[in-house]
Structure formats: structure tokens, C-alpha cells
């Protein structure tokens, strides 16, 4: 399945990527699974995506959390906690 | 209810005038103006620069006011936030509630502000004079928005 991810603020600079596009397999079709496929690119992206990382995951635009599903076409976005305000 | 991003800059008596106009059952309009230090966690600030989630941040505003709106008995709701580049004494934030009491308007505003802090997709990057810097989230905002869960 194809799923659209975004990176924002210090962890679109630390994995020096704003937006891309990838094809999840279906056995990973979950926050924690997508995490997982993420982490397993290498160091920098297990370090920054480590579970004890302080890092926040929405859904099609909406806050989610590890078990939140995620199916083709969905748009998922990870990012530092917030800071406005 | 109204939500506005914007790099734009407000006028606070622009807006409460327009929010209330016409509106005679309002008895109180409570707001809140966040501010842009020079000064934060002991460096000089010159400047910062928001970022945000386009897609979500509209979303997620109106989601907080709309949880505001159940939960007290308020007429409306307004809140600006500014996005882009900002100086030290700018306007970032505007959070606005009209009730027929001061309490409910007050409380109000005091539970969107703390949930827009922990929940809205907003970021700081401050300009420091060692460097841009990406502003670390608080935990005392997180103990803050918490308070609201509690029964009281």
C-alpha cells in the first residue's frame, strides 16, 4: 500500500526529508509497523525514531498513537511535540 | 466559532469589535494575547519562525474550540495564530470567548490556550546568538492541558 509521509520541524532536519511517499507492505499496516519500517533504514533513522524519543504520529490529520491503523492513501506525519502558542 | 492562521499581524480592538458585534446576549469576552520574548531558557531571542502543519492545523484548532464549546456554556470562540517570521514584542497568538459570565469565558480561554500549546501542530524555531535553535516543549504545558481532565 502506498502511504504519504510528512516530517516537520527538528526531525525533518534531522532526516534531512520534508515529504515522501512509500509503499508500506500489508503486514505493517499500523503507526507502530510504519515506525518499525522506518527504523529499520539504519542508524539515523533508529536513533530518531527510537521509542524513547520524544516524537508525536497523526493520522490523516488527526493525533494517533502506535496502534492507530494506517491503510493505502493515508497521510502520516511525524514530528517533535509542540511548541506554539 | 472562528479559526484564523496567518502570517498576518491583528488588531486586538479590530477583532474583539467585530467578534461581539451585534451579539447584545454577551456579558463577557475574555482574551488572551500571547507575545514574542527576546529573552527564553537563558539566551537572547531575535526572532523566531513558526512552522506549521497546513493540513492539520485548521483541524486541530477547531477541534479544541469545539470540545470549549461543550464543555461551557460560551456564545463563541475566536483564535489567530501567526505563522512565519516573528520579532520579539510581535503578537503570535489571539484566543478570544464570548459568554454571558466572566467564568465560563475565562475558563474557556485558559483550556483552549493550554490545549492549542500541547495539541496544535505549531513549532518555534527562536534565532539565538548562537544559532537557530527549535524551541523544546514544556512539561509544565503538558501538566497544564492535564488539569482539564480532572472533574472539578
Known amino acids: ?23 508500506l507492505p500489508a503486514h505493517a499496516a499500523s503507526v507502530a509497523g510504519l515506525l518499525d519500517h522506518l527504523r ?19 493520522v490523516n490529520q488527526d493525533m494517533a498513537d502506535i496502534t492507530t491503523p494506517v491503510q493505502d492513501g493515508d497521510e ?3 514530528f517533535p511535540p509542540v511548541t506554539g502558542g | 466559532m472562528s479559526v484564523r492562521v496567518q502570517e498576518a499581524d491583528f488588531d486586538l ?5 467585530a467578534f461581539r458585534a451585534g451579539r447584545p446576549e454577551i456579558g463577557a469576552v475574555a482574551a ?24 492539520m492545523t ?21 483564535v489567530i495564530h501567526r505563522v512565519g517570521h516573528l520579532q520579539p514584542m510581535d503578537q503570535i497568538v489571539l484566543v478570544a470567548v464570548a459568554s454571558a459570565h466572566r467564568s465560563e469565558a475565562f475558563q474557556a480561554c485558559e483550556f483552549i490556550m493550554d ?13 539565538t546568538p548562537g544559532g537557530a535553535r527549535w524551541v523544546d516543549a514544556k512539561a509544565s504545558d503538558d501538566v497544564a492541558a492535564t488539569r482539564w481532565e480532572k472533574p472539578f
Not at chain 1, 41 to 53: I, V
Not at chain 2, 36 to 42: A, E, I, L, Q, T
Not at chain 2, 115 to 125: E, R, S
Open chain 1, 1 to 23: 500500500m502506498s502511504v504519504t509521509i510528512l516530517y516537520f520541524a527538528r526531525l525533518r532536519e534531522t532526516l534531512g526529508l520534508a515529504q515522501e511517499k512509500i509503499e
Open chain 1, 40 to 58: 529499520a533504514r539504519g542508524e539515523e533513522w533508529h536513533t530518531a525514531l527510537a521509542p524513547t524519543q520524544s516524537y508525536r504520529v497523526a
Open chain 1, 76 to 78: 502520516v506525519a511525524i
Open chain 2, 13 to 17: 480592538s479590530t477583532e474583539i469589535k
Open chain 2, 32 to 55: 488572551f494575547v500571547g507575545l514574542v520574548r527576546d529573552v527564553n531558557v537563558g539566551s537572547a531571542v531575535s526572532g523566531l519562525t513558526l512552522e506549521h502543519y497546513p493540513a
Open chain 2, 58 to 78: 485548521q483541524k486541530a484548532l477547531e477541534g479544541i474550540v469545539a470540545q470549549a464549546t461543550q464543555r461551557w456554556e460560551i456564545f463563541d470562540a475566536l
Open chain 2, 115 to 127: 490545549y492549542l500549546k500541547t495539541q496544535a501542530p505549531f513549532w518555534k524555531q527562536e534565532q
